[in-house]
């Protein structure tokens, strides 16, 4: 099946008289014929659902649909994409060990990375994703377990060399972990480039109408993890009655750890009803990943053109230092969302987007709707104007996440607006 296939028909395969649209399981538990049935289902939980903290028919249909468009072995969603991140990485490390980071991510994840984890021993080593491999390779410690990226980065757009790290990962013996947020699969399936695990938020283009806050772990089912760097997978789980990972389910290995493991203890599992509206996103995704990506191009170009802009950052423009790797990586499309910096800086910027009347101010990205943000006086409030320079963002830069209206009425707005500040 080709992708936009797949959006539609991946995950569920309903049997005859049984329901189109998959349906929402609304139910904590699941009933057995007898008390070997239940410790059948506990001693291979593939055999059979256990209880709604770490699984659930809507749910699981929903992990089976970006597994597949992820072109991953299993995928765990989770309820939220922050979940999503530490999940992936508590997998894999435990106090006292180490991991690489790219510095250019979702301003979330550098919170958990550089400070929540922190605190629980695990040491996040950030790194310049720009620089050489051989830079890179000093990075990685005896203890480094993993590398972590973005694809394209949240909100810095920059686009990251997933070859790259996963040579510098797998040189080391260690899984390269990407979140695949803003391109989603539609758009890039970082796995094709080497990477081992994939993370999202799925509040972002996955739902995509701002209805359900969630996130998704996929993994490739290739990475060796018997060698020898990992001893949690290859020896018994004292806490899950002596069960080795790699030797019980191969592939499945990563995700059935996650899931036994992490998501019985932390239960940070989405609900039915969310996993239900999450759907209806993915089955349009492939649809909508061109059309934001169509309408963020002119938009971008009118930015360019324009004398009220002093600089814009769309990887898909020509003039974008992360052109060439786009080209590579996200050879369809970078996304709807631009960021650019007006002309006459913060109070410039506060009076453009306050005279905005189609674009809505929010603090989410990725919406059907159009959508703006001011770094500067929300996400990055607390920093002086000399502070925010030194973070490399301009009081000016405007982040706008384009919609699916009409890319002329969009224009229209914006070019309103620039009027309303002379
Ligand atoms: C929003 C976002 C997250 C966090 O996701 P939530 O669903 O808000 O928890 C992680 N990574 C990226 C790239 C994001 O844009």
Redo the contacts with the bound molecule.
Sequence with gaps: MKIETKCLHEGYHPKNTEPRVVPIVQSTTYVYDSTNDVAAVFDDPTKGLIYSRFENPTVMAVEDKIAALEGGAAAMCT???????LCSILNICKAGDSFVSTGT??G??INLFAVTLKRLGIECIFVDADAPEEELMKAVKDNTKAVFG?T????ALAVLDIEKLARVAHKNNIPLII????PTPILCRPIEFGADIV??????YMDGHAVQ???VIVDAGNFDWANGKFPEFTEPDESYHGTVYTKAYGKMAYIIKARMQLMRDFGCYPAANSAFLLNLGLETLAVRMKQYCENAMIVAKYLEASDKVESVNYPGLESNKYHKLAKKYLPNGTSGVISFVIKGGRNTAVKFMDNLKLASNVVH??DIRTCVLHPASSTHRQLTDEQLVAAGINGGMIRFSVGLENVEDILDDIKQAFDKIN
């Design positions: 309820s939220s994409g922050q979940a999503a991140s991510i979702y979330g994840t973005e394209l980065a949240n909100p979140d695949n947020t803003f993370v999202h938020s799925t509040s972002k806050i969630g996130g990205v990725a």
